[in-house]
């Protein structure tokens, strides 16, 4: 939502509003430009505060401009009412005592920290700050997680130095002193019993629309990713009961018995809420192939199918989209209590993870906040999509990540989360057939993978091993037993583990 760079000696107030950002000397604050969201600025006699901000829908946004003068005690309440915005925002507080950044409990795009030369320097592209340190070394742990796709929610970033500002926390900047503040644990919930004639379904749509409602977007100009699953087929259907047929829809379709399987659910939705829709091959956007290599620098975290869905969100701002809605947080948000899995062991693992990436992964704990109010593996999720969206001029709505649907997750009696039974019974009462509600074969991406490997990993794996990479420099992985993955996809003989080597792979281009 935001880039910045304030000297550690930045407490003056001769803040302005140049451009496209609020300046003072070298020290600098930029929104990102997007109509989703507004920004405003107060300052008193001996602080300024910034703040930007996902809008309140029917509200006429805040015009930019520099810092208004308020007194001490009207400060101090603009304060505590930007600190308690219930929408994404992030918060930038100076005062004589520092440089205070937070941000609240909803992160659809966060943002990214380190201190360099004195100066704090943020962006919700951790590639942008790669660039300001380049000198500093490789986070252990985080790239064993990265590795081994054993990831967490973290302060952690695949550099030293660079930091997530994770969900309801805040940073403290001074002098070149950084230290990060870290929120209580969020409230869970426990499963209840349905009260008599309770109606599931309806509590379903009812509170899927007030989510929708929450979010300033304009339906002419928003899409779904309308892969056909679950999730994003039920967002889509809140959608098209709210707005009628101005949406845009697409997706990526698989090939091979699935992906005609594919093609048949999506036909039978896309007629029923008559969306316009954009389809591109997945086969034509294999991972690896160096023909459609983004031309940006990719975060570690990244999907490794980031350019099949870049060229659709271009497809969409082609058509004039500015929101694109997901399904992300559904699986979370209908699983059941996680059960706790044996300990980690070398033979889980990949054999070309050495026995020091081993040994970082057994710091697992480290840098992970509290308890949040949704699942950890939604917030990675949500940023790790953040760039591609933000990239492509595009805002991310995920009303499935909401709180308050996370809320209505855990309250449900079990037998409703069990297999998506919520989600199926809602696609069923809407009069879609057994295909669309139950589909017979999965639909995934592990045939795309497959093909992926086979053709581009072996070479992309050959010029890695005879030009060197950080992560052989860091002894994170072993060249002989990555040479022997590298003939294995030659031969077209993977094994299940092989299929990690596009892990290996996508990190390595993000650390060179």
């Known amino acids: 939502m935001l880039s910045m760079r304030i000297d550690a000696t930045s407490t003056s107030l001769s803040w302005e509003w140049v451009g496209d950002r609020w300046r003072s000397g070298s020290s600098w604050i930029a929104p990102y430009d997007h109509p989703a969201l507004e920004f405003w600025s107060v300052q008193d006699s001996q602080r300024v505060v910034f703040q930007i901000r996902e809008r309140v829908p029917g509200q006429s946004p805040h015009s930019p401009g520099s810092p208004r003068p308020v007194s001490t005690r009207a400060y101090s309440e603009a304060v505590s009412r930007a600190a308690a915005w219930e929408r994404a925002h ?9 440089v205070t950044v937070s941000t609240g409990a909803r992160c659809p795009a966060p943002v990214y920290l380190t201190v360099k030369q004195g100066a704090l320097h943020g962006h919700w592209d951790v590639t942008h700050l790669r660039s300001t340190t380049s000198r500093q070394h490789l986070e252990p742990v985080e790239i064993a997680r990265l590795l081994a796709r054993t990831g967490h929610y973290s ?12 969900e309801r926390s805040s940073v403290w900047f001074h002098d070149g002193e950084f230290r990060v503040r870290m929120p209580e644990p969020a409230r869970h919930h426990e499963a209840r019993e349905l009260a008599p004639h309770a109606t599931v379904l309806d509590g379903y749509e009812r509170l899927m629309d007030a989510v929708l409602a929450d979010h300033h977007y304009i339906p002419e100009r928003t899409a779904i990713e309308l892969s056909g699953g679950m999730d ?5 259907m809140s959608l098209a009961a709210r707005h009628g047929p101005v949406l845009a829809s697409g997706a990526l379709l698989q090939n091979g018995a699935a992906g005609e399987q594919q093609v048949r659910r999506r036909d039978v939705m896309i007629r029923y809420a008559d969306f316009r829709d954009t389809v591109l091959r997945a086969t034509d956007y294999l991972p690896l192939d160096p023909q459609h ?17 870049t060229r659709l969100l271009s497809e969409w701002r082609a058509d004039g989209i500015l929101w694109a809605a997901a399904g992300v947080g559904g699986d979370e ?91 199926r019974a809602r696609l069923q009462r809407l009069g879609f057939n057994e295909e669309v509600t139950h589909p017979t074969l999965r639909e995934n991406f592990h045939d795309v993978l497959h093909q992926a490997l086979v053709r581009f990993a072996p070479a992309a794996l050959r010029e890695l091993l005879a030009t060197g990479s950080p992560l052989l420099d860091g002894e994170f992985i072993d060249a002989d ?26 990190l390595h281009h993000a650390l060179i």
């Open 481 to 506: 037993e990555l040479a022997t993955a590298a003939l294995r996809l030659e031969q077209n003989q993977p094994t299940q583990q092989d299929g990690m080597v596009t892990h290996v792979l996508r």
């Open 293 to 309: 290599s983004p031309r940006v620098p990719l975060g570690p975290h990244e999907e490794i199918y980031i350019a099949g869905h």
């Open 155 to 166: 302060t952690r970033t695949a550099w030293q130095g660079v930091s997530l500002l994770t």
């Open 333 to 423: 948000m209908l699983s059941l209590p996680p059960e706790p899995g044996p300990p980690l062991v070398p033979d889980d693992l990949p054999r070309w993870l050495t026995s020091s990436a081993f040994e970082a992964l057994q710091d697992q704990e480290s840098g992970i906040p509290p308890a949040p109010p949704i699942s950890d593996s939604t917030l990675r999720a949500l940023a790790c999509g953040a760039p591609m969206y933000l990239r492509a001029g595009v805002w991310p709505l995920y009303p499935l990540a909401d709180p308050a649907m996370w809320r209505f997750g855990q309250w449900l009696p079990f037998e409703w989360r069990r297999k998506k039974h919520l989600a």
């Open 90 to 98: 992030h918060l930038i507080e100076i005062t004589p005592n520092g």
């Open 232 to 236: 994003s087929s039920n967002v889509a």
